[in-house]
């Protein structure tokens, strides 16, 4: 991919960017403006991504090297970040008189531009004026993001986080395989109170039902996550429902489920609550305390009796017997595919990073999968969804 830089002081900030791309496993072009190399050095860019920057068009040395018409070849996505008001007015009057501006010109690649300016600038109509004309003929922005700004001001204009950057990359080299799904998820664990301060809950981290979130938008998909606590940052271009308890869990589920084409019970939902929640925090004042708990309402098996040609998918997290379990929830609960993992085996389950899972579907198909991100997984489960969808009679 490319990434051009245009003079701003969010120029830093771009930096970030590539060390970000460079994590993931991204080839990174960086291109520069000459005003951007007064704020940050080509060199530094040169270090983190590995590769020379491509500064000028009329450089011979780097012509012969790069060429503007390979390195608009080569690009799988174009991307300008920081993009100031003058690199769009610029591209936006098919203007064409530098490095950069010539390759945006010549590629094909999706090109993504992030922003960022003063914020009287950014309001400006010319500049409103020239992003609507690029976006109509299918470029890509980002919004500036609101807060302080470097010439002292408060308001929109600040360049979105690197890692906010990076998540719309990845959206745009994804296949939109999900567009026109309306796709319900659920993660993370629950908290039932037992008194105003405190509560039952179990040692769901959220990170896989976020990855699901993720990959599905990033999949064109339309999506709305039904989120107990976690420490997690909302995923991009998804509507999250904040909920705290099992009961709270089902009814915003239930409220959305009709409009749903496909549901994706990743949460870890508590299977107890306490009977009676104590209105006063519960003093020490016995030897022992007992504590009675009822059963909470099974979310997934009772979509699963009205599910009416929806998909509908489970998890099961087992410790013993992890296949057949996970087979017996499929058929009980009516389930077009489950995600059977083992969280007692070792890189697979709650709290990391990677899981090992194994995902049953309503045909009898097993898939086993070796031991993948959850962001990885996620994309295999809708792989999965995807396939079951399209080969349905
Ligand atoms: O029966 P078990 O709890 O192992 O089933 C796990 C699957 O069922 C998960 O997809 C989980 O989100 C869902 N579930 C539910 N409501 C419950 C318990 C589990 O929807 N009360």
Redesign the pocket.
Known sequence: MVLAVTGGIACYKAVEVVRLLMRDGFSVQVAMTREAAQFVTPLTFQTLSGQPVATDTFSLTEESQIGHINLADQADVFVIAPATANIIGKIASGIADDLLTTVVMATQAPVLFAPSMNVHMFENPIVQENIRKLRRVGYHFMEPVEGYLACGYEGKGRLPEPEAIVEEIRGLLKKKDLAGERLLI?AGPNQEPIDPVRFITNRSSGKMGYALARAAARRGAAVTLVAGPTSLPPPAKTRVVAVRT?EEMRAAVLERFADATAVV???????YSPVQVAPKKLKKTADALRLELKR??????ELGRKKDGRLLV????ETDNVIANAEK?LRE?NLDMIVANDVAAEGSGFEGDTNIATILDHGGNVVTLPLMTKDELADRIFDHLHALKTNRP
């Not at 019970?265 to 299977?271: I, K, Q, R, T």
């Not at 909470?296 to 098996?301: F, Q, T």
């Not at 489970?314 to 997290?317: L, N, S, V, Y």
Request: glycine share 4%; net charge negative; proline share 5%.
């Open positions: 659920t099992a019970m990743a949460a870890a939902v508590s299977d909470n309402p099974d979310i997934l098996e489970g998890f099961a997290a929830k609960k």
